[in-house]
């Protein structure tokens, strides 16, 4: 009875258009999502794994000193490159938003579009030509007599990196947001005595409040998960989350204790991501 | 030497290429409610948003109290402006988006609180203290607004068309709640507006600007009664402007000849400068027409034949042409045209007092 109902209630037309979709979330995302989980219970016996469901794998994992550190050092890496990026893009979006015409701001825009048509790795390494202990930077600053300074396999280097995949972006959702402002509310907190820069506190913040937790909550993401740049960059020692769960995989097939990583940091980034949706759309 | 409180000396602003005021010279004196009024594009904003520090003239000079104000950035005056569009906060509420001003002028906390309760009061806004902008009506943050920017107790209020947005019975409530705050408060009140209504019933003054030059500064009564030139003749109220060439000057009677015959105008002090034989233009109001179904053998009057009617309200505008087809706009209350019983098509006397009718002082001599 209620089952009739229900279906009687199913929009025909409406469901043939997501039906797509749905599919297509459910078995690229979902399912694995479920098997993932489902594995971080099951058993590796002789290097082969076995369905199981064991706590065993979970409580290796919460009890190992170097995972705690791995994920602190991830976190606060990620955290890290946030602030960063937001600092260092503020400026510049600043300037595309406020100081260009429209014409030279879709040009910018434009620009830092493009380094998103090469790949992320391409990028990367072409870092080694600049950071290497004989690379472009050392060799300049060597015929002033400093250096060489080691950047490559450090943490400066992964935050390079970091800020390489990030940056671009994080200004292109700081200038849009910024762009948007209502250019009356600036114009009136200067007529009640606020100088640029109580302008920028007071008024610009604020109102570009949501494309500038947005942007630091892309960066974060991003960071948190890169493999990359603190592989190549930093020389994956200490080893952030991404690297560890690689070394877990090839360490005796350790496939549901990689999982069990894996799962710990999207519980991470689902929790940042929804804390930091309610603080940017937070009603006053 | 005894200048105005705020004083406009050839000043001038130029947008890239275009010249969007031309230089304009006016005075504004301390407690006067002003009016600056034109049609878009006549450079209005601009002159306001000029005395606000938003723009900088282009040359000429601004003071304020004597003082030259060009250099003085937006934050360093105490000019308060009140937005077309309000420009409250959305971010803040009621209560802070008042202290704002405050704040940035380092009042502490509970004085700042103290002060914009205090105007929250007097805008009989205090309820909603703590509401969020987006809750209030029309009504309630034109209040917010008039409240933000009055709670620094400025010596000048700067309004750009604030009562633009609002639905016409809001409006005129509005016009009494600012006009008595001015006289209360007695501090200047610069008013742009493209309302002639709204101009008239509140300003001491009015400034009528076109096309970056300035038409005309008088009083309401000044400029609705004898418009200086061709253009606010058009702009303010309903005027008939009929062209003529002076047939005979005799004191300050002035005699023409016009499409509708001769029409004779008694002028105090404009026609004097006129001379036998100049094209001249002159201005009936339309309300100082009267009508009648008989002849009236008064010496100006003319036969008619009702064409149209504009039905506005209380006031009628009636469309009539000679038999030339000259058109003659005439404005009358409804209930005193109601015993004429027009029709479309019938004859009908029109004639005015010649004092009523005077001529503009842009003479056509050449």
Same mark, same amino acid.
């Given at each position: 009875?209620?089952?009739?109902?229900?279906?009687?209630?199913?929009?025909?037309?409406?469901?043939?258009?997501?039906? =797509?979709?749905?599919?297509?979330?459910?078995?690229?995302?979902?399912? =694995?999502?479920?098997?993932?989980?489902?594995?971080?219970?099951?058993?590796?016996?002789?290097?082969? /794994?076995?369905?199981?469901?064991?706590?065993?794998?979970?409580?290796?994992?919460?009890?190992?000193?170097?995972?705690?550190?791995?994920?602190?050092?991830?976190?606060?890496?990620?955290?890290?490159?946030?602030?960063?990026?937001?600092?260092?893009?503020? =400026?510049?979006?600043?300037?595309?938003?406020?100081?260009?015409?429209?014409?030279?701001?879709?040009?910018?825009?434009?620009?830092?579009?493009?380094?998103?048509? $090469?790949?992320?790795?391409?990028?990367?390494?072409?870092?080694?030509?600049?950071?290497?202990?004989?690379?472009?930077?050392?060799?300049?600053?060597?015929?002033?007599?400093?250096?060489?300074?080691?950047?490559?396999?450090?943490?400066?280097?992964?935050?390079?990196?970091?800020?390489?995949?990030?940056?671009?972006?994080?200004?292109?959702?700081? $200038?849009?947001?910024?762009?948007?402002?209502?250019?009356?509310?600036?114009?009136?907190?200067?007529?009640?005595?606020?100088?640029?820069?109580?302008?920028?506190?007071?008024?610009?913040?604020?109102?570009?409040?949501?494309?500038?937790?947005?942007?630091?909550?892309?960066?974060?993401?991003?960071?948190?998960?890169?493999? &990359?740049?603190?592989?190549?960059?930093?020389?994956?020692?200490?080893?952030?989350?991404?690297?560890?769960? #690689?070394? $877990?995989?090839?360490?005796?097939?350790?496939?549901?204790?990689?999982?069990?990583?894996?799962?710990?940091? /999207?519980?991470?980034?689902?929790?940042?991501?929804?804390?930091?949706?309610?603080?940017?759309?937070?009603?006053? | 030497?005894?200048?105005?409180?705020?004083?406009?000396?050839?000043?001038?602003?130029?947008?890239?290429?275009?010249?969007?005021?031309?230089?304009?010279?006016?005075?504004?004196?301390?407690?006067?409610?002003?009016?600056?009024?034109?049609?878009?594009?006549?450079?209005?904003?601009?002159?306001?948003?000029?005395?606000?520090?938003?723009?900088?003239?282009?040359?000429?000079?601004?003071?304020?109290?004597?003082?030259?104000?060009?250099?003085?950035?937006?934050?360093?005056? !105490?000019?308060?402006?009140?937005?077309?569009?309000?420009?409250?906060?959305?971010?803040?509420?009621?209560?802070?988006?008042?202290?704002?001003?405050?704040?940035?002028?380092?009042?502490?906390?509970?004085?700042?609180?103290?002060?914009?309760?205090?105007?929250?009061?007097? /805008? !009989?806004?205090?309820?909603?203290?703590?509401?969020?902008?987006?809750?209030?009506?029309?009504?309630?943050?034109?209040?917010?607004?008039?409240?933000?920017?009055?709670?620094?107790?400025?010596?000048?209020?700067?309004?750009?068309? =604030?009562?633009?947005?609002?639905?016409?019975?809001?409006?005129?409530?509005?016009?009494?709640?600012?006009?008595?705050?001015?006289? !209360?408060?007695?501090?200047?009140?610069?008013?742009?507006?493209?309302?002639?209504?709204?101009?008239?019933?509140?300003?001491?003054?009015?400034?009528?600007?076109?096309?970056?030059?300035?038409?005309?500064?008088?009083?309401?009564?000044?400029?609705?009664?004898?418009?200086?030139?061709?253009?606010?003749?058009?702009?303010?109220?309903?005027?008939? #402007?009929?062209?003529?060439?002076?047939?005979?000057?005799?004191?300050?009677?002035?005699?023409?000849?016009?499409?509708?015959?001769?029409?004779?105008?008694?002028?105090?002090?404009?026609?004097?400068?006129?001379?036998?034989?100049?094209?001249?233009?002159?201005?009936?109001?339309?309300?100082?027409?009267?009508?009648?179904?008989?002849?009236?053998?008064?010496?100006?009057?003319?036969?008619?034949?009702?064409?149209?009617?504009?039905?506005?309200?209380?006031?009628?505008?009636?469309?009539?042409?000679?038999?030339?087809?000259?058109?003659?706009?005439?404005?009358?209350?409804?209930?005193?045209?109601?015993?004429?019983?027009?029709?479309?098509?019938?004859?009908?006397?029109?004639?005015?007092?010649?004092?009523?009718?005077?001529?503009?002082?842009? &003479?056509?001599?050449?």
């Amino acid at each position: 009875m209620i089952f009739s109902n229900w279906l009687r209630r199913i929009d025909g037309y409406a469901l043939t258009w997501r039906l =797509p979709v749905i599919i297509w979330q459910v078995l690229f995302f979902l399912a =694995p999502l479920v098997f993932m989980i489902a594995m971080s219970f099951f058993l590796v016996k002789n290097y082969q /794994m076995k369905e199981a469901f064991e706590f065993v794998n979970w409580v290796k994992i919460f009890s190992k000193g170097y995972f705690w550190s791995s994920y602190g050092l991830s976190f606060g890496l990620a955290f890290l490159a946030t602030i960063t990026a937001t600092c260092i893009a503020f =400026p510049a979006s600043y300037c595309l938003a406020f100081k260009l015409s429209e014409t030279a701001r879709r040009w910018a825009i434009f620009f830092l579009i493009i380094p998103f048509f $090469t790949s992320y790795l391409v990028r990367t390494f072409s870092w080694y030509v600049l950071l290497a202990e004989s690379g472009v930077i050392n060799n300049i600053i060597g015929y002033l007599g400093i250096g060489p300074i080691k950047m490559l396999n450090t943490m400066f280097g992964t935050m390079i990196g970091y800020l390489t995949l990030t940056l671009p972006l994080v200004i292109i959702l700081q $200038t849009l947001s910024m762009a948007s402002i209502d250019k009356n509310l600036i114009e009136a907190s200067h007529n009640l005595g606020a100088g640029r820069v109580r302008a920028i506190f007071s008024v610009i913040i604020p109102s570009a409040r949501i494309g500038l937790i947005i942007g630091a909550l892309f960066c974060f993401i991003l960071s948190f998960g890169d493999f &990359v740049s603190p592989y190549y960059l930093g020389g994956s020692n200490p080893p952030t989350l991404p690297i560890l769960i #690689i070394d $877990t995989t090839k360490s005796g097939q350790q496939w549901p204790r990689a999982a069990v990583i894996a799962t710990i940091m /999207m519980v991470t980034l689902m929790l940042v991501a929804l804390s930091a949706i309610k603080i940017a759309y937070k009603k006053r | 030497m005894n200048e105005g409180q705020i004083v406009l000396e050839n000043v001038t602003k130029n947008f890239g290429g275009s010249v969007a005021v031309e230089p304009i010279n006016f005075e504004i004196k301390a407690g006067e409610f002003l009016a600056i009024m034109g049609s878009s594009g006549c450079g209005k904003t601009t002159t306001l948003r000029m005395l606000a520090g938003l723009e900088t003239p282009s040359s000429g000079e601004i003071r304020l109290n004597g003082e030259r104000m060009n250099e003085l950035k937006a934050h360093e005056r !105490e000019t308060p402006l009140v937005w077309q569009t309000l420009a409250l906060f959305p971010f803040l509420n009621v209560i802070e988006n008042v202290e704002f001003g405050l704040k940035m002028r380092g009042v502490e906390k509970p004085e700042r609180t103290e002060r914009a309760l205090k105007w929250l009061k007097r /805008m !009989e806004i205090e309820q909603f203290a703590n509401r969020s902008i987006d809750q209030l009506s029309g009504g309630q943050r034109q209040r917010v607004a008039l409240a933000r920017a009055l709670v620094t107790e400025p010596p000048v209020l700067l309004l750009d068309e =604030p009562l633009s947005a609002l639905d016409a019975n809001l409006v005129v409530r509005m016009q009494s709640v600012l006009t008595r705050l001015q006289k !209360e408060l007695g501090i200047t009140f610069v008013y742009v507006t493209h309302s002639q209504s709204e101009a008239f019933a509140m300003a001491d003054r009015v400034v009528i600007m076109s096309a970056g030059v300035i038409e005309q500064i008088g009083s309401p009564r000044e400029i609705y009664r004898s418009p200086a030139s061709r253009f606010v003749a058009e702009f303010v109220g309903t005027n008939n #402007i009929i062209s003529g060439n002076i047939k005979e000057i005799k004191g300050n009677t002035m005699i023409c000849n016009t499409a509708f015959g001769t029409i004779e105008s008694k002028q105090e002090d404009r026609n004097t400068r006129h001379q036998k034989g100049n094209d001249v233009e002159l201005v009936i109001s339309a309300d100082m027409i009267e009508l009648s179904q008989e002849h009236t053998f008064s010496e100006n009057e003319i036969q008619l034949q009702f064409v149209a009617e504009e039905f506005t309200g209380s006031v009628v505008t009636l469309y009539f042409e000679d038999a030339n087809k000259n058109e003659l706009i005439v404005q009358k209350q409804q209930r005193e045209i109601e015993p004429l019983e027009l029709t479309y098509g019938c004859q009908i006397f029109a004639h005015w007092n010649p004092i009523n009718v005077f001529c503009l002082p842009d &003479v056509k001599t050449e």
